[in-house]
C-alpha cells in the first residue's frame, strides 16, 4: 500500500485515477436540492398510466442498480490496494449513495411504488456482487452496469420522455462517466497478468454477465417500446461507448485487441435476442441463429452497423 515505486506508464494512470476522485469533489452535486428545484421548474411528473408504469419499471432497476454500484464501490474502496484506485472507488461510493435516493425520490414523485429486481438484473448485480475476484468485479461495474446504465440515461433523456427526468440524468450521466474510467484505467493491467486458466475463467464470467444483461434488457423490451425507445437504439449507443472505451484502452494498453472475441460473440448475442427484422416481427430460431453466426463471422452487419445505416438513411 505504501510502496510509491510506479513506472511512468503506471505513475500516469495513478495520476488519472487521482484526478477521478478530485473531479468527482469537485462536482458534487446536491440531490434534494436538484431534484426540488426541477419539480418547482416544470410540476411534478405527470404521464399517463401506461407511460408511468413503464418508465417506473425501467427506472425501478437504475434505483435497484444504484443500491448494487453503492455496495460495489464500497468493496472496492476496501480491496484495492493502491491509493489513487482507492480514492477513485471512494469518490464513487459518494456519488452512488447520492444516485439512489434521488432515484427513490424522483419516483414517489412519479407515483411509482418500485417493485423488486427481475431475475436477469438480479443475476448481472449479484454476480457482481458476490465475486472475490477484483478484475471480475471492475468489469461487472465499470464496464458493464456503467455502461448499460449510462445507455439508457442518454436514450431516454433524447427522447425526453418526462421533462424532470430529462433534467435529472446529464448529473448522473457526468458521474457514471468517471467511474467507468476506474475500469478502463485497471481492467486491461489485471487481464494482462492472468495466466491461462485465469484468462479463460475471466473470460466465462463476462460472456455469462454479458448475456444476463442482454436477457435483463429483453425482459425491459416492452417498458422500452411503451415510452417510444427501440431497445436496438440502446444497443447501438453501447456498441458506441464500448468502442470508445476500447480505443481508450488500447491507446494506454497497445497490446489490446482491435476486435476482441468476446465483443463477436456479444454482438452475435444481440442479433438473436434483437433481430434486425425489429421488435414484434415473427423471425424463426434457425434463421436467429444463423444471422447470430453472421455477425460473429464478420460477414453479417451487426447491430450498431444497421442501426447507424437505417438512421443515416431516414428523412
Known amino acids: 500500500m505504501f510502496d510509491g515505486a510506479y513506472t511512468d506508464a503506471e505513475a500516469r494512470r495513478a495520476r488519472r485515477l487521482e484526478s477521478i476522485y478530485h473531479v468527482g469533489q469537485d462536482r ?7 431534484l426540488s428545484s426541477l419539480v418547482e421548474k416544470h410540476g411534478r411528473p405527470r404521464l399517463g398510466d401506461r407511460e408511468t408504469r413503464a418508465l417506473g419499471r425501467i427506472f425501478s432497476i437504475i434505483m435497484w442498480g444504484e443500491l448494487a454500484a453503492w455496495k460495489i464501490s464500497a468493496q472496492l474502496a476496501d480491496v484495492l490496494v493502491d491509493l489513487e ?10 456519488d452512488e449513495a447520492r444516485h439512489f435516493y434521488v432515484m427513490h425520490d424522483y419516483l414517489e414523485a412519479l407515483g411509482y411504488r418500485p417493485p423488486p429486481l427481475d431475475f436477469w438484473s438480479r443475476r448481472v448485480v449479484e454476480m457482481t456482487l458476490g465475486t472475490d475476484d477484483v478484475g471480475k468485479k471492475l468489469m461487472g461495474m465499470q464496464l458493464t452496469i456503467e455502461t448499460i446504465a449510462l445507455t439508457i440515461f442518454q436514450r431516454v433523456r433524447e427522447m425526453n420522455v418526462e421533462p424532470v427526468l430529462s433534467e435529472l440524468l446529464p448529473y448522473y450521466e457526468r458521474d457514471e462517466a468517471r467511474h467507468v474510467g476506474l475500469g478502463t484505467q485497471l481492467v486491461p493491467a489485471i ?3 492472468m ?5 479463460i475463467d475471466f473470460v466465462l464470467f463476462e460472456l455469462d454477465l454479458l448475456f444476463s444483461t442482454l436477457m435483463g434488457l429483453k425482459a425491459m423490451e416492452p417498458d422500452l417500446l411503451s415510452i417510444g425507445v427501440d431497445p436496438r437504439s440502446i444497443l447501438a449507443i453501447g456498441f458506441r461507448k464500448q468502442t ?3 480505443r481508450e484502452m488500447r491507446h494506454e494498453f497497445p497490446w489490446f485487441p482491435e476486435d476482441p472475441p468476446v465483443d463477436r460473440a456479444f454482438h452475435g448475442m444481440c442479433e438473436a435476442l434483437f433481430p434486425t427484422e425489429g421488435s ?3 423471425v424463426p430460431p434457425a434463421r436467429r441463429v444463423a444471422h447470430a453466426m453472421g455477425v460473429v463471422a464478420r460477414t453479417r452487419k451487426s447491430v450498431l452497423q444497421t442501426y447507424d445505416r437505417h438512421h443515416a438513411a431516414a428523412p
Open 85 to 94: 484506485p482507492k480514492m477513485a472507488a471512494a469518490s464513487q461510493v459518494h
Open 244 to 246: 470508445e472505451l476500447n
Open 191 to 193: 487481464v494482462k497478468d
Open 28 to 34: 458534487i452535486w446536491d440531490g434534494r436540492a436538484v
Open 195 to 199: 495466466g491461462v486458466r485465469q484468462a
Open 280 to 282: 414484434g416481427v415473427r
